[in-house]
């Protein structure tokens, strides 16, 4: 992720026009903040629950709130408006392991009574393991 106001220079050559640009670098930032924002959310709230296992309501909008961000942002980057380089295949991969944590969490928030401390420590697993993609997959 480059910072968006590393590219906040009128007239860098290298960006082509720093409004539009700025812009949407700035909308990437936030988009990430909230997306980081919401898989402490779930990684916390699951955590803290493993004695008397339970989904934590945070934990769901949490999970949907980082599920979206990501979703906007692998679209924009992949859309070619940002000046980041888009990883698909990295992207993909993320998107099954979210996709599995969250269909984990919908069904814990569902079912309370079938909430177990397996159930939590798969949904921690699954967000270390992406926190692990996002990071070491350059
Ligand atoms: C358990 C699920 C997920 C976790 C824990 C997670 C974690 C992270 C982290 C730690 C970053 C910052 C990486 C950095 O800036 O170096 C990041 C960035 C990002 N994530 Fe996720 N993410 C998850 C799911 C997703 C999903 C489902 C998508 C969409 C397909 C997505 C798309 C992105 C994008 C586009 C970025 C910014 C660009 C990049 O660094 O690759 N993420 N994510």
């Known amino acids: 992720m480059t910072w968006a106001f590393a590219y906040a220079t009128p007239g860098n050559p290298a960006v082509g026009g720093w409004p539009r640009l700025c812009g949407v670098n700035i909308f990437l930032g936030i988009l990430l903040v909230l997306h980081l924002l919401g898989w402490a959310l779930v990684l916390g709230g699951t955590l803290t629950n493993l004695r008397t296992p339970r989904i934590a309501p945070g934990v769901l909008h949490g999970i949907l709130t980082a599920l979206v961000t990501g979703i906007v942002m692998a679209g924009l980057i992949s859309s070619g408006a ?32 079938r909430v177990t401390r397996r159930l939590l420590l798969g949904i921690a697993v699954l967000v270390v393991l992406n926190v692990s993609i996002a990071v070491l997959w350059t």
Do not use: H, Y
């Open 82 to 113: 940002t000046d980041e380089d888009p990883n698909n295949p990295k992207f993909a991969v993320k998107l099954v392991v979210a996709a599995v944590a969250t269909g984990l969490v919908i069904f814990g928030s569902t079912r309370p009574e």
